[in-house]
C-alpha cells in the first residue's frame, strides 16, 4: 500500500487540492474554493509538465502533449470564470 502512494503521489496531491476545494465551496466561500479548484488543475498541469511519463503515475491519460493542453485550458478556464463571478451579499 505504502509503495502504490509513492508512486501515485502526484494524483494524491492533485485529489487533496480539489478535496479541500470542494469544503471550501460547501462551506466557506464559493470563490475562495472555485479559485483553489482552478488551482488544483494548474497544479497538475504543473506536475504533467514537469515529471516524466513514469513519474507521473495515473496523472497520465494520453500524449503529454494533449495533456498539457486540456489541463492548462481547462485550469485557466475555470480560473477566469472564478474571478469574474459577481460576489453575491446576502
Do not use: C, E
Not at 56 to 65: A, C, K, Y
Not at 67 to 90: E, K, Q, W
Amino acid at each position: 500500500m505504502r509503495k502504490l502512494l509513492r508512486k501515485q503521489w502526484p494524483l494524491l496531491s492533485v485529489y487533496v487540492l480539489l478535496a479541500i476545494s470542494m469544503v471550501l465551496v460547501v462551506f466557506v466561500d464559493f470563490r475562495a474554493g472555485a479559485v483553489l479548484f482552478a488551482s488544483s488543475v494548474l497544479w497538475a498541469f504543473v506536475l504533467r509538465f514537469v515529471l516524466s511519463d513514469q513519474a507521473v503515475g495515473l496523472l497520465r491519460i494520453r500524449r503529454r502533449r494533449i495533456d498539457l493542453t486540456v489541463l492548462f485550458a481547462l485550469g485557466m478556464l475555470l480560473l477566469v470564470l472564478a474571478l469574474i463571478v459577481p460576489h453575491r451579499n446576502l
